[in-house]
């Protein structure tokens, strides 16, 4: 059974930095592709980030780029999602998931394109 475990979440002020992590098992890890994605109160799921299976190639929302960071260590099984010069805007749950087999080359952007969720992790940044 493919599980995810989302990690790191909590409460910080703007201009800080948060790491979350997302710790995968029950399939090989480094076959698929992982993305990050986010969902604010009252507000549609939408995509953060993604990277390949190899960690070679990686996706950011436009908004995104610059300040946050996604990685992945295939010997641990996690994935990483590194986020600086935090605001307010980006307090949401976060979610990890984990792309359909056969999008493991590369780094979807859409919510069909995953088959595995994590639970979430909340992420509050105050003003």
């Known amino acids: 059974q493919v599980q995810l475990v989302e990690s790191g979440g909590g409460l910080v002020q703007a201009g800080d930095s948060l790491r979350l992590s997302c710790a995968g098992s029950?399939?090989?890890?480094?076959?698929?592709?992982m993305g990050w994605f986010r969902q604010a109160p009252g507000k549609e799921r939408e995509f953060v980030a993604a990277?390949?299976?190899?960690?070679?190639?990686?996706s950011y929302a436009d908004s995104l780029k610059g300040r946050f960071t996604i990685s992945r260590d295939n010997a641990k099984n996690t994935v990483y999602l590194q986020m600086n010069s935090l605001k307010p805007e980006d307090t949401a749950v976060y979610y990890c998931?984990?792309?359909?087999?056969?999008?493991?080359?590369?780094?979807?952007?859409?919510?069909?394109?995953?088959?595995?969720w994590g639970q979430g992790t909340q992420v509050t940044v105050s003003s």
């Open positions: 998931a984990r792309a359909r087999p056969e999008k493991g080359w590369g780094t979807p952007a859409r919510s069909d394109e995953y088959e595995y």
């Open positions: 029950g399939r090989t890890f480094s076959r698929d592709a």
């Open positions: 990277i390949n299976r190899s960690g070679l190639s990686k």
